[in-house]
């Protein structure tokens, strides 16, 4: 049975849609079985009803015609019960409801099983036989095992649309959702404009050319994609920093007669056409990253994936398609490369989305400076069919909709006027102190890693820096950048908050960030050499870093250096060793500066329980809430399976937090947070209740949490805090929240994008 199975299982997974894939299944599970009959039931999410959708042995013209609600028939008890059914003689039964179209009063004996994706239940799978026999435990197990298989299958066809409007003809692509990865936070809703590739290098073949022809076509192509790469650096010249627009140059750089162009050029000399030595090249360079599975890697096979397209064009001479973007331009790609970007005319774009590409890619990074709502890797999404329909995407959890409803157009309209409104007001309220009703004062620090940071932060009256991402120069670099462009980079942030304190993190790579020219492969890399191990296991590195942090802050002494990923003392004090020694060696060499402030992140739950003894040793603490629910609760939040088991509000989140705070206090340390709790106006309140000293955040939402924690008394906070410590249930701890700061008028500020909806 176990290799029927699997040969189903390759079929149904190589079927052009899901109707192709429910045949097979009916067919080739009634063969495996000896039953008379196979049929597929499924649940039409519109007038919840179990349709069918595929049978062998029954009237195929009873497809899509016949129904039953959940209260009937056997198909609707057994989607009811959710367990199979197994029956000697189904018309004995008293739920058993007789459908002349389908001639199934021939079959007496009935076996069904419930299709269940993710707790909820999506159809029915039924085989029958004329004679009365009770099926046995074998062929039970084997259709319960069929029927795990088709879920996916079918939640695959949901997620896509085509499950809609079930035994209609549906048009289009209907209302849906698709769940990728964040890429940068905020909301958008508009109109898609899909950019599909300039051309295809795929379809190109071999032919032989003359030399000096193509050689002269393949100058021109170059030239004029340089071009093109300046002009669009040159437009976004207004919206980025120096910093960002280095991508670019990066492109340049390929296009480089010692680079990519050379390669090419040496291909053409040995006699093949130039669109055919461009093919060669570029695959060949692809092949290279692709192979080494890294995920940064990965985004700069696309990188050259993209440049090679734009050179095709111009071999081709069939430039990039005229587009016309409306206004409310949502930019849809399989691969969104940096310079697609640049070709939106300025105002028009509010949100992009790639089918491909990760949070690290050059993309989300320029997004993330930009402002500009992202979604990444939305593998779902049959992105050339949506061109010209309403979307919304969610940056903030990864989500996009097509053609959504009039209510959820109207909840995110809500949310993208309530961030206009909240940028006019700003000015008022950049001004004015987070100060609670009864005099709590409560600092408002911001999350960084991009100079285009810096503005955003300073006009949403940020009060320092909480988090200084160092590794986003690791990233956008070619190699690890000398000490002194890391002291140039440092010094810049610093000057740009001076006096107020900015707190830098040592570098943190691995996990879910990767260097392409230093790649970590591993099977659990949230697990494996990240954070502080890989820079203890590089003192070079960590001591390069820590030099140029010091020698930044000279004259400035607003630094303060943040170590991650600390699990122990033992890792900390070997850390503090190599801070002192590069302290040393600074004013060794003439430069005066005082020992910066050093503090711990606590993000591991080890260093939970060691809070006090790590205390003991550093100037102050900042929890990862990100990282910290994450290990707590065993859930990798980017793997859609369990995102929804991600929730830093679950009791066991709570608690620890708590204890880390009291800990902290016992030994006279101060005590911050970052993360996406922190930038949670509702989790905020909660956070300030615990007594955290200071809150640090993306600084988008700085201004909703501001406004939030002057309108609610520290006491009502500390109340609401212990109401909710006495709850086990993190769904219930999200309502009776959201019920509690409606009933102060606070509702205002609760994120409607929420993951939990209620």
Known sequence: ????????????????????????????????????????????????????????????????????????????????????????????????????????????????????????????????????????????????????????????????????????????????????????PGAAVGTAVVMLPPADLDVVPDKAGDITAELALFQTALEGVRNDMRTLSAKLATQLRPEERALFDVYLMMLDDASLGSEVTN???????????????????????????????????????????????????????????????????????????????????????????????????????????????????????????????DGYHGEVFTNPSEVLTKQYAGIVEEERQLSLGLDALRELPCVTLDGHRMPLWVNTGLLADVARAQQRGAEGVGLYRTEVAFMINQRFPSEKEQLAIYREQLAAFHPLPVTMRSLDIGGDKSLSYFPIKEDNPFLGWRGIRVTLDHPEIFLVQARAMLKASEGLNNLRILLPM???????????????????????????????????????????????????????????????????????????????????????????????????????????ICGEMAGDPAAAVLLMAMGYDSLSMNATNLPKVKWMLRQIHLSKAKELLAQLNKIDNPQVIHSTLQLALKNLGLSRMINPTSPKKF
């Open 566 to 672: 600390i699990s122990g003392t033992h890792e900390l004090e070997e850390a503090l060793h190599l801070i002192h020694r590069a302290w040393g060696e600074v004013r060794d060499e003439g430069t005066d500066v005082p020992m910066p402030p050093v503090g711990v992140m606590i993000e591991i739950p080890a260093a939970v329980y060691q809070t006090r003894e790590l205390a003991r040793q550093v100037d102050f603490l900042s929890v990862g809430s990100n990282d910290l629910t994450q290990y707590l609760l065993a859930v990798d939040r980017n793997n859609p399976r369990v995102a929804d088991l991600y929730d830093y509000l679950h009791p066991a989140v709570l608690q620890a937090l708590q204890n880390v705070v009291t800990d902290a206090h016992a030994e006279g340390k101060p005590v911050s």
């Open 1 to 184: 049975m176990l290799n029927t199975l699997r040969k189903i299982v390759q079929e149904v997974n190589s079927a052009k849609d899901l109707k192709t894939a429910l045949g097979i299944i009916v067919l080739r599970v009634k063969e495996a079985m000896g039953s008379q009959v196979c049929s597929v039931y499924l649940l039409d999410p519109e007038s919840n009803r179990f349709v069918l959708m595929a049978t062998e042995g029954l009237n195929k013209r009873s497809i899509g015609k016949v129904s039953m609600a959940p209260n009937e028939g056997l198909v609707g008890l057994v989607g009811t019960r959710e367990e199979p059914l197994n029956l000697e003689n189904a018309a004995d039964h008293p739920r058993y409801r007789y459908f002349a179209e389908t001639g199934e009063e021939r079959f007496a004996s009935f076996l069904g099983t419930p299709i269940i994706h993710h707790r909820r239940v999506v159809g029915v799978l039924v085989i029958q036989q004329k004679e009365r026999r009770q099926f046995d435990e074998g062929e039970e197990a084997f259709l319960v095992t069929m029927s795990a298989q088709l879920a996916g299958v079918i939640a695959h066809a949901e997620a896509t649309g085509s499950i809609r409007g079930l035994g209609r003809q549906g048009k289009g692509i209907q209302e849906a959702k698709f769940v990728g990865v964040p890429g940068s």
């Open 267 to 393: 291909v053409i000399k040995t006699g093949q056409w130039a669109q055919g030595a461009l093919r060669q090249v570029v695959t060949e360079h692809v092949n290279r990253f692709e192979l080494m599975d890294d995920a940064y890697l990965r985004e700069r096979a696309s990188d050259v994936k993209d440049l090679g397209r734009r050179l095709l064009a111009y071999l081709q001479q069939a430039r990039q398609q005229t587009l016309v973007y409306p206004d409310n331009t949502i930019l849809i790609s399989e691969e969104l490369s940096a310079a697609m970007l640049g070709e939106v005319p300025e105002g028009k774009l509010v949100g992009l989305v790639s089918v491909l590409g990760s949070g690290n890619s050059h993309v989300a990074i320029l997004a993330r400076a930009m402002g500009i709502p992202t979604v990444m890797g939305v593998v779902d999404l049959p992105y050339s069919k949506v061109d010209g329909i309403n979307m919304i995407v």
